[in-house]
């Protein structure tokens, strides 16, 4: 592979090298998504009336307000820590329903950038995704994607998926969704831990969170937003530089995997306690690779999670390998950290937890101080 140029402006092969730039998204706009089918996947089963009952209107002011300010404070932190943050502008595109000639639906458009974009070296891909009320949602980063191309970055879009009916499983157990990501007690018999997901192959799909990069080796998780033929998308897309791993995780509703395995420098990473590796051959590479695997404890935020779990905890955001974005309020995982020799810099973002993602999920990250190298 060629070597990029030093002035790159997007330049990012893992989770750790120090960090240089950023997207952090924005929650302006975002409308409550209809309860659809594959929605019902995603949100807790608690909360079915109040998307039954709200879809298509506007989220309570006083909540969409502080995720506004969670946002900010991330933004301020970061910049503070001598990151550049890049924030996408106003869009409208969330404030009426929308209609394809498969479907029609209202938006939705949270402020999880992880999931549209994925970047690897040089390049931006964006996510074809398989929710409908994310159809759109990648037109939020258009103009900074096509500012970063501009400047020198390769840019890739995977093909759009239709969303049409024939993508989705209309058949998959509303029994199964009861069961919630990172919840004690999962039967065996839950859908994904089956081989059973609300996603069918029909076309590819896939949202960027569902891949985690530790340099030319990418790991890919089969879920409820993403297919093997999105997997298979990329992996062709990447070839022959990267490697693309497949694995599997005892989740009984696999929806991204930045709560559940993740790095936090060279040769460590996090385990989801909750949701453990079911992948030999992924388990066996790591450890070749003499890479050390740490359990971090269970989050503690008091706060209502309508589309997550209180893993959010581990999903933070490395600065480098020495210092790591932590939730200002996860106490334990604070201390979890400083006790594996990492700095935490906190930042009040829980907030943001009712909109389904931390501050791993709420940020991508564009350029990392670093080069492409193979870890196992």
């Not at 970047?119 to 970063?148: K, N, T, W």
């Not at 996090?270 to 992924?282: F, G, T, Y």
């Not at 906190?346 to 870890?375: I, M, N, Q």
Request: charge should be negative.
């Amino acid at each position: 592979m060629n070597a990029l140029r030093i002035d790159n402006p997007v330049c990012s092969y893992n989770e750790w090298d120090p960090l240089e730039e950023v997207i952090v998204g924005s929650i302006e706009g975002v409308t409550v998504p209809a309860l659809s089918h594959e929605m019902k996947a995603f949100v807790r089963r608690e909360y079915w009336d109040f998307y039954r009952e709200r879809a298509g209107q506007p989220y309570p002011v006083e909540m969409v307000k502080k995720a506004a300010a969670a946002l900010d404070n991330l933004e301020h932190v970061l910049q503070d820590q001598g990151v550049i943050v890049r924030r996408p502008g106003p869009v409208r595109l969330g404030s009426e329903p929308f209609r394809t000639p498969h479907f029609e639906a209202p938006g939705f458009f949270n402020a999880d950038v992880r999931d549209v974009l994925l970047v690897v070296g040089d390049e931006i891909i964006e996510a074809p995704m398989s929710q409908r009320c994310r159809y759109f949602e990648h037109g939020r980063y258009r103009a900074l994607v096509q500012d970063y191309w501009r400047r020198g970055a390769r840019w890739s879009a995977a093909p759009k998926a239709t969303m049409s009916d024939a993508l989705y499983d209309w058949d998959y157990p509303e029994a199964d969704m009861a069961w919630f990501r990172g919840e004690s007690g999962v039967p065996d018999t839950v859908g994904p831990l089956v081989g059973r997901f609300i996603t069918t192959e029909a076309e590819p799909c896939f949202d960027a969170a569902d891949f985690t990069r530790f340099g030319r080796d990418i790991l890919a998780q089969r879920s409820q937003v993403t297919n093997e033929l999105g997997i298979q998308w990329v992996e062709r897309h990447l070839a022959p530089h990267y490697r693309v791993h497949r694995v599997k995780f005892r989740d009984p509703g696999p929806v991204h995997m930045d709560a559940t395995w993740v790095p936090v420098g060279k040769g460590r990473v996090l385990s989801c306690p909750d949701r453990p590796c079911l992948s030999p051959e992924v388990l066996e590479m790591f450890k070749r690779g003499g890479w050390e695997v740490l359990s971090p404890p269970r989050g503690i935020a008091d706060v209502e999670f309508h589309m997550s779990s209180r893993w959010l905890s581990m999903n933070v955001l490395m600065l480098d390998e020495e210092r790591v974005l932590v939730e200002a309020t996860e106490a334990p995982t604070i201390q979890f950290f400083r006790e594996i020799g990492l700095k935490p810099v906190l930042v009040d973002f829980k907030d943001h937890y009712v909109f389904g993602g931390g501050l791993h999920c709420a940020t991508c990250d564009v350029r990392r101080r670093g080069t492409l190298e193979s870890y196992f």
